[in-house]
C-alpha cells in the first residue's frame, strides 16, 4: 500500500504568494492546494496546436490567448485552475499571475483529469459571467465537444469529428478539427468482440 501525503492547506493569499515560487503547479480548491499532473505528448502537441491557431487568429485583436502556466480565478479566495488554453478579450484584467475574466477555456483530456474537467471544473468555471464556451478534446482519438453559453445562460452541446471545422463563436475564430491533431499518434482502436 502507498501512503498518501497529507493534504497541503493554506489560505488563497499564501497559495498566491507561494505557488509562483514552486517548480510544480499546483491548483486551489477551497483552501487545499493541489497538485498537477504530468500530461502526454499527445496531450501537450494538442494544446501547442490549438494556442497557436488562436493566438495567430487573434494576433490584431485585443484578445490574449495563454496556455499551460496561467491559472484562471474562478472563485476569487476559493478556486484557482490551470486549464489547457484560456482566452481572455476583457479590458479589467490586470492580475500579472491569472486570468479573472475568461470568455473561452480548453481542456485537453487525460484520463486523469476527465472526470474532474468535466464534472467539478466545469461546474465552477460555468460560474463565470463571462465565460463563453468551454472545449474539451479528446487525445485518444480524435474528437471535440464545446459547451456554449446561449442566450438564455443555458449551456449547450455541440460534437466535431476530425473532419469538422469548429467556430467558436467566444472569439469569431474558425478552426478545422484536423489541424488541432496535427503531428497527433492516434491509439490504435481495440476491435469490437
Keep these: 500500500m502507498v501512503a498518501l501525503p497529507d493534504p497541503i492547506l493554506m489560505s488563497a493569499e499564501e497559495y498566491l504568494v507561494w505557488e509562483p515560487t514552486q517548480e510544480q503547479r499546483y491548483e486551489y480548491w477551497d483552501g487545499e492546494v493541489v497538485a498537477m499532473s504530468g500530461g502526454t505528448r499527445n496531450h501537450n502537441r494538442v494544446s501547442a496546436n490549438f494556442f497557436k491557431l488562436l493566438d495567430d487568429a487573434l494576433g490584431d485583436r485585443s484578445c ?88 438564455q445562460g443555458k449551456w449547450v452541446l455541440s460534437e466535431y469529428s476530425l473532419e469538422d471545422r469548429l467556430t467558436l463563436e467566444s472569439v469569431n475564430v474558425e478552426i478545422a478539427i484536423a489541424d488541432l491533431y496535427r503531428q497527433v499518434q492516434f491509439e490504435p482502436e481495440e476491435a469490437e468482440s
Design 64 to 151: 490574449e490567448v495563454y496556455i499551460v502556466d496561467v491559472k484562471v480565478q474562478v472563485e476569487p479566495g476559493q478556486k484557482y485552475f490551470y486549464p489547457d488554453v484560456v482566452v481572455t478579450c476583457d479590458d479589467r484584467e490586470n492580475a500579472p499571475q491569472l486570468v479573472q475574466f475568461p470568455c473561452l477555456i480548453v481542456e485537453v483530456l487525460s484520463p486523469s483529469t476527465e472526470a474532474a474537467d468535466r464534472g467539478k471544473k466545469f461546474a465552477k468555471y460555468r460560474q463565470s459571467p463571462t465565460l463563453q464556451e468551454y472545449v474539451l478534446v479528446q487525445v485518444a482519438q480524435p474528437g471535440v465537444e464545446v459547451f456554449r453559453r446561449n442566450e
